[in-house]
């Protein structure tokens, strides 16, 4: 399912899609607030970015079973899951904006997919706004993150983590889309080129029989005067 919509065109698939309900299909973002489902997940295409307002980035969880705990220092907790005492480890966690042309909403990025999409390490990102205190080079990712175009799934989360409340979006996965061409552009500049090519050759058939017509006119004259 996936390969048959990357050979398709942009603008053929946004029409195609909303009539047909697939497994795969591609929301529009303002198409998201209809799907109530917590159980399926479903794509989006557009723009990731990192949204203006203030984050941490990160989490602190349990060492051992990643209950996260509202704090924003490492620590040794008593874990209520585990019922032991246990080291709090900063777990990757933040908010990004998705971007398409019906609008923009957002969702949350967590673990190893946050720490790819931003090139850092929880421990790295920990160290930047939790033990030096300073803000998250968020302008710099997002220039990063600018002009690329993702294929997004997502799905409305059922659970709770300290920082927000049920029925917000998580990010499940994401897949740079690369930039392509689109087969209509191609198309219609080789068939140009083929009429451009033609017309040169009529044009000397022209020249070339008037040449000729004229040649046999001159000739008897030179005679003549010769
Ligand atoms: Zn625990």
Partial sequence: MLIKYTVKSPAESASSLNLVAI??????????????????SFYVEGEISLPGHFQRFYLLGCSECNHLVRSKIKREIQCINCRLSRMLI???????????ETGTITATMSEGLGERILSMTAEQIYDI??????????AHNNQLLADKLFRVQLQWSSSRTPDKNAGSLVLLSYTEKPTMFLPEDSTSVSGADR???????????????????????????????G
């Fill in 129 to 138: 706004t939790g033990v030096k205190n300073e803000l998250f080079p968020a």
């Fill in 195 to 225: 009429i451009m090519e033609e017309e040169p050759i009529l044009v000397t058939d022209a020249k070339a029989t008037k040449k000729q017509k004229r040649e046999p006119s001159t000739l008897p004259k030179r005679l003549r005067y």
């Fill in 90 to 100: 900063p777990r990757c966690h933040f908010e990004v904006e998705i971007t398409d």
């Fill in 23 to 40: 497994d795969d299909e591609i929301l529009s973002v303002s198409a998201i607030a209809t799907q109530t489902s917590t159980a399926e």
